[in-house]
Structures are given as structure tokens and as C-alpha cells.
């Protein structure tokens, strides 16, 4: 019986090299595909950093707020390269013109019907290991966010927040999140 074959090891120049309009992740040597957001992602998403923008841009602070697709070189190591759908950036040394260089401080991955695994496990552990202070996992099938708080001292037991209620930041104090209100826009 034929040995299996190993599989083979994507790098961060297959990723830097997809085709135009392609989107993929580097995860554990695979690039994984991502599929078009819908338009509930999209409404979010847009809500979100729009809100986000405003209240950093209102109460100073060196933080840069991104959207999907933005890449972030996970470790700074080209081993991992990941698109959140939001990125929040504090220490700008970490920002290039690839994207960020490292961990940012905070992250929101919003749901994908086709595969919650992701963020829920994979993504949640990657950004755990890497050092994001804060994790936001919006799932609009189930109308509610975990929010997950990084770092020394911190209780990494998520806070689960549903749509009715305002999600509170911890990176950034004062700023809340009201889904509920985005969805009922939609």
C-alpha cells in the first residue's frame, strides 16, 4: 500500500501571489478561501467601523481602524496571514504597506454561515496565542457576540452579549456596539 503523500506547505509568497480578487488566509501552511460576504456582513461590518472610527477620531489616540480585506501578518513571521472582517491597530510601528505586522489590539470576526468553525475555534486560538487584546465574534444567525479579553489577569471566559444589548470595549472604554439597532436598519 502506497504511502499518503504529504501535503503540500503554502507560504507567504503563494499568498502574496493568488490572482487578483482572490482572497485566502494562511493558516498552519493552507491557504484557505474566503468566500463573498453577504449583505448582513457587509451592513455590519460597515456600521461597525464607521462607529469605531468616529469614537477613536473623537477622543484622540494613535488607533487606525480597518476593514476587510486587510491583511494582518499574524506573528510578524510571514507564517500567518489572516483578513479579519475589523482590525484595530494601536502601536502603529506594526502597520506597513502589507498591513499589520503583528498582533492588533483588536479584532471582530463576523459569522459565516458556511463555516463558524473558523472563527469560533481556529481563529479564536490563533488570536489568543498571538497576543490580540481583544476578540469580537458577531454572529448574526444567532443575533449575539462573544467577546473575548486577552492578557495578564484577564478572565478569558467569553462575555456573551445579545443583539438587544450594547457591546461594551475593554481596549476601548466608552465605546459600545448596538447590533440590534444595525439590524433592525437593515
Known amino acids: 500500500m502506497p504511502l499518503p503523500k504529504p501535503k503540500p506547505t503554502c507560504t507567504a509568497e503563494d499568498y502574496w501571489t493568488l490572482p487578483q480578487g482572490q482572497r485566502a488566509e494562511l493558516i498552519d501552511g493552507e491557504l484557505w478561501d474566503l468566500a463573498a460576504p453577504s449583505g448582513t456582513h457587509q451592513e455590519i461590518e460597515a456600521e461597525l ?11 484622540g489616540g494613535p488607533c487606525k ?8 501578518n499574524l506573528f510578524a513571521d510571514d507564517s500567518t496571514f489572516v483578513e479579519p472582517d475589523v482590525v484595530a491597530v494601536c502601536d502603529r510601528s506594526k502597520l506597513s504597506d502589507r498591513g499589520c505586522e503583528g498582533a492588533p489590539d483588536f479584532v471582530v470576526e463576523i459569522v459565516s454561515p458556511s463555516n463558524p468553525g473558523m472563527d469560533y475555534l ?7 496565542e498571538a497576543g490580540v487584546r481583544e476578540y469580537w465574534i458577531c454572529d448574526p444567525s444567532k443575533q449575539r457576540t462573544h467577546v473575548y479579553l486577552f492578557g495578564d489577569g484577564q478572565d478569558e471566559t467569553p462575555s456573551i452579549y445579545p443583539f ?14 448596538d447590533f440590534g439597532r444595525v439590524m433592525e436598519g437593515m
Open 49 to 59: 467601523v464607521t462607529d469605531l472610527r468616529l469614537f477613536i477620531r473623537s477622543h
Open 65 to 72: 481602524v480597518f476593514p476587510a480585506p486587510y491583511a494582518v
Open 164 to 177: 438587544s444589548q450594547a457591546v461594551p470595549s475593554a481596549v476601548f472604554p466608552g465605546f459600545s456596539m
Open 122 to 128: 481556529t481563529k479564536l486560538n490563533l488570536y489568543h
